[in-house]
Structures are given as structure tokens and as C-alpha cells.
């Protein structure tokens, strides 16, 4: 017999096999010694008193044993198959690949940046030396931006598309199965380069391909339908089905659409800074103890906070709000171009350092680009590197090229410059300015009053130990590719896919991992049907 229950339990009895044992059996009525077995399928932190719980969602198996799950990966040999050709390796690209794969369908990835692991001289060059690569970074590369900046698998678009599968083709590639059962599931910045090079051999060992140091040029097109792609270097990859999946930073993408004619839109996205507190003061707030007295139970705390503040100029109200939170975290520089500076931070699986940082944006609508109106659909991405540059400007002044200008909390809400600067995980380093005057009035003026109402709701929060890293830019895109609803395809391009985060259609590692697997059933589809 099975029983799919639900209970609330101390830290302890989550943790102790026997006692979780007895705790569930005292909740069903039966004796601890009828169940055979407990099998953990969600799983989350109650820590909204002092007196923290784990609610468990389980199934208790009594008199019987279950079956050991199995995790695959496809397995079918597609090397002589009709093929698709992707472009990009990120999340998107690689499951895309893996979903055409299980329909038979032969994936052809090219992918401007490096193999993961020949990713990390490069990622040592921009936090030692300021050396930005632009085609290896920490958002180019394979596994995309996602593989060194922490790998947060939490998503809210449970209705989009089959989570679960998802997250059980990352278990069949290497990820602890407990990303199954937490609700907030994260695999770690220095695990899952292992995982991407699993996948990519799966792709591999079915008759896939995948071609790195490729940068695509241009698309070749024929009465408004996709015959294949130009490279940097003048190679030509034929296909009439490609899925376009570069990514949200890949501006020069953006820009060889606009060149060539085909239709890209502005649309809203969201800037800021990255603040960065100690994690002991996290942790006091959150579960509401002493600094340095976490339970040992305990994972390092995260928060989030979303705030509506005055619109400025235009009216109405503005969105501020944390973004991508990593508890035991690290800042990273994540510029994809020389003089600029970009924010990003990450978290290594144990989220064993002493800061935690997070994201903190503003809303940007399409009127707060009207100045940039000039440049059409990419008004919002000139104006994202706009801000960009004068972060740059502030920082390499006086510092390295790629040294952020930062500033203490409590003196950018009050628009005092800081003398000086607490420690910070941001490697290349960072050097004290005035972020109060140097960001638009639209963003600076928006995050301090947006800091005012978290101060009377997160006392703690509000303190010169955090301090401000300026520009965390790249949390979304600031275009959009149209496609057809129906079809996937571009509204305009017969045969032509765009997807995940690049195209504005996702946002983090599971949400594009279920566009690029949508995409790809639509390019079935579309093969099926001709």
C-alpha cells in the first residue's frame, strides 16, 4: 500500500531517517515498523516563526517496495536522420537538441563560444586580469550564461510547459535527484559543467552535432524562408528548420536581424545594481536568530522583495524588485565586451560564502526609452549599454577595466558619497562613486525609494555592511523576435524559430530548457507535415 501524505516536521526528524519514520507513522495511525520505505517528493522551508519547520510532501510505502526510479537520456541513433539546425548552446539550444533526438530528428548545434570546460581560462581572464573575450564569457559559451552564474532551477512556468521532465533529464546527466523534491531547486555553478558536457556527449552518441568557435553572421534566406546560416568564417550550414537560441546578451544578433530586415520589437526589461550583504546578516533576518547562530540544519538564507514606487516624470507606479538571489554567493563580472561593466552573481552548490548578493531592479517600460527612439527596435538595448558604459566609466577611472563603481546602502539612499568600502566577493574589484548621481534619475531615484520602504519592512536589510555594485543589466532582453502563437515560427521567416530568453520568450535555465523543447516538437511538426 502507498500513501501520498503530507506533514510538517522538525529540522531534525527531515534529517534522521528513524525519526522521520516515526513522525510519519504517528501521523497515518500505523506502527513505524509496517513502513518500508519513504520516499521524499517535495519538499520546503517554514520559517515564518522562530520555531522552523520542513513541510514534506511523501509518499510511505507500507508492506511493499518501490521500484528504484531510472533517469535516461535519449537513446536513438539520428546520425542518418533528417536534421534542424540550432544555433546556440544554452539551455535552450542543448534541450532543444535532446527533444529532437526522442523525435528523430538529427540536431546540428553551432555555438559561438567554447566547450564548458574551456570556458574557465577565459572566465579567469575577465575576474584576474580584466580581459573580456567576447565570444567566451560568462553568458557565451556552452550551457550558456546559466552554467556559470549558479544555476537556480526555480520557475513559475509550471504552465508552460513539463517541469518535471526537465529537471529529470539534468538527474539522468549528473544532478542529485534532490532537485526533484526541493521546491526551490539549485544545482551549483561548480557542478554543472559536468552535467553540460553529459548532455553534449549524449548529443553526440546519438548522431548529433555540435560545432564551437562558430559565430553565425548571417541568415540565408529565399522568398522569406530560412535556408541556412553564414558564419564568421565563411562557412555555410544549410537546414530549413533552425532555432534561433542565442540568448539574451547576443546583441549582435539583434543587430544582424535589424540589418537584414526582419522583424524584431523594443520590449520592457529591467535594470539596476547588485547589492551584497554578509550571509550571517541574511540569515539572522531570516530566521529570525542571532548573527553567526544558524542551525546547522539550515541551508544560508535567501530572500526576495518586490516594491511599487512613484513612476517619476511619467506617473503612475514602477515595479523595483529583488532578481536572482544567491545565498552564499559570489558577484561576477559578466561583461560581453570591452568597456563595460556588467553585474551577475552566483552560487556554488554548498552556498558556503560569506555574502549573499542579489539583484536589484527597476521596471523599464517602453516610454522610459522614448529618447532612444531613433534606433527603432533596439532603443532599449542602446539604452541598457548606455548604461553600461558610464558604469565602466566610473569604475576603470581610477581602477582596473573591468572594477565596479560601488557605493554603501545607506549612503546611496541618502546620496552620500562612501569613503569607504566594505569587502566584496566581486573579484576584479571595487572602487567607491557616487551610483546615486551616476544612474538615470528613471533607476537611481526608483531603487531609493524603493530601499526606504524595504528599510521599514527588513530593518536589518538597511545597512552601510551592504554595499551596491553598479550595473546589473542582462536580466532580460530588451527585444523581442515575434513568432507565431500557433507555429513558433517568426511572424515573418517560414521555417525560422526563435527561442528562450534571446527571442523573450523565457526567462532562467528550466524556462528556456521548455521553450527549447517546444520548439523543437514545432519543427517536428513542421518535418512531419512536409
Same mark, same amino acid.
Request: charged letters at 20%.
Given at each position: ?60 510505502? !507500507?508492506?511493499?517496495? +518501490? ?6 537520456? %535519449? /537513446?536513438?541513433?539520428? $546520425?542518418?536522420?533528417? &536534421?534542424? =539546425? ?94 526533484? !523534491?526541493?521546491?526551490? +531547486? ?6 554543472? %559543467? /559536468?552535467?553540460?558536457? $553529459?548532455?553534449?556527449? &549524449?548529443? =553526440? ?326
Amino acid at each position: 500500500m502507498i500513501h501520498h501524505h503530507t506533514i510538517q516536521v522538525s529540522l531534525e526528524e527531515d534529517a534522521d531517517e528513524t525519526l522521520l519514520k516515526a513522525a510519519v507513522a504517528d501521523s497515518l495511525g500505523i506502527a513505524a515498523e509496517t513502513i518500508s520505505m519513504i520516499r521524499k517528493r517535495k519538499r520546503s522551508l517554514d520559517a515564518r516563526s522562530k520555531h522552523i519547520n520542513v513541510h514534506l510532501q511523501v509518499d510511505v510505502y !507500507v508492506g511493499e517496495t +518501490p521500484l528504484e526510479a531510472v533517469y535516461t537520456a %535519449p /537513446q536513438r541513433d539520428v $546520425s542518418s536522420a533528417p &536534421s534542424a =539546425l540550432i544555433i546556440g548552446a544554452g539551455p535552450a539550444g542543448l534541450f532543444a537538441a535532446l527533444r529532437l533526438i526522442e523525435r528523430g530528428i538529427k540536431p546540428i548545434i553551432v555555438e559561438r563560444g567554447k566547450p564548458v570546460q574551456e570556458r574557465r581560462r577565459d572566465l579567469a581572464a575577465i575576474n584576474r586580469h580584466h580581459v573580456v573575450n567576447p565570444d567566451s564569457n560568462y553568458c557565451f559559451g556552452e550551457g550558456g550564461a546559466g552554467t556559470y552564474s549558479d544555476g537556480k532551477l526555480y520557475t513559475r512556468s509550471t504552465k508552460r510547459g513539463d517541469v518535471r521532465n526537465v529537471l529529470e533529464l539534468l538527474v539522468a546527466h549528473g544532478a542529485s535527484e534532490d532537485i526533484l !523534491v526541493e521546491a526551490h +531547486p539549485h544545482i551549483g555553478t561548480n557542478k554543472l %559543467p /559536468q552535467i553540460i558536457t $553529459s548532455i553534449r556527449e &549524449s548529443i =553526440l552518441r546519438s548522431g548529433g552535432e555540435v560545432h564551437f568557435g562558430t559565430r553565425v553572421t548571417a541568415l540565408m534566406l529565399h522568398n522569406n524562408r530560412i535556408e541556412g546560416v553564414q558564419t564568421a568564417s565563411g562557412q555555410e550550414f544549410l537546414s530549413r528548420s533552425v532555432i534561433l537560441a542565442t540568448g539574451h546578451s547576443a546583441r549582435d544578433v539583434f543587430a544582424m536581424l535589424h540589418r537584414q530586415g526582419i522583424a524584431i520589437e523594443a520590449k520592457p526589461f529591467a535594470m539596476g545594481v547588485r547589492i551584497e550583504h554578509p550571509q550571517s546578516l541574511i540569515d539572522a533576518m531570516q530566521y529570525k536568530s542571532s548573527r553567526g547562530e544558524r542551525h546547522p540544519l539550515l541551508p544560508p538564507a535567501a530572500y526576495s522583495w518586490v516594491e511599487q514606487v512613484h513612476g517619476g516624470k511619467r506617473g503612475g507606479e514602477r515595479g523595483v524588485f529583488s532578481f536572482c538571489m544567491c545565498p552564499g554567493g559570489i558577484i561576477a563580472p559578466c561583461a560581453t565586451a570591452e568597456g563595460e561593466i556588467v553585474t551577475n552573481g552566483w552560487s556554488p552548490s554548498k552556498r558556503n560564502n560569506p555574502y549573499a548578493n542579489s539583484g536589484v531592479v527597476v521596471a523599464i517600460n517602453l516610454p522610459d526609452i522614448a529618447p532612444w527612439q531613433e534606433f527603432g527596435a533596439l532603443a532599449g538595448l542602446r539604452f541598457q549599454e548606455s548604461l553600461e558604459k558610464i558604469a565602466f566609466e566610473a569604475g576603470s577611472t581610477k581602477g582596473g577595466l573591468q572594477t565596479a563603481p560601488a557605493q554603501r546602502l545607506v549612503d546611496f539612499v541618502q546620496g552620500k558619497f562612501s569613503a569607504t568600502l566594505p569587502k566584496t566577493s566581486y573579484q576584479p574589484g571595487i572602487i567607491s562613486a557616487p551610483l546615486h548621481e551616476i544612474l538615470p534619475p528613471l533607476i537611481g531615484r526608483s531603487l531609493q525609494d524603493a530601499f526606504r520602504h524595504v528599510a521599514k519592512k527588513m530593518k536589518p536589510y538597511f545597512t552601510n555592511e551592504a554595499v551596491l555594485h553598479g550595473v546589473e543589466s542582462r536580466t532580460s532582453s530588451p527585444v523581442r523576435i515575434p513568432r507565431n502563437p500557433e507555429t513558433l515560427e517568426h511572424t515573418q521567416i517560414e521555417g525560422l524559430y526563435p527561442c528562450a530568453e534571446g527571442a523573450g520568450y523565457a526567462g532562467g535555465i528550466v524556462s528556456a530548457a521548455i521553450d527549447g523543447q517546444k520548439c523543437a516538437e514545432a519543427v517536428w511538426r513542421k518535418l512531419g507535415a512536409t
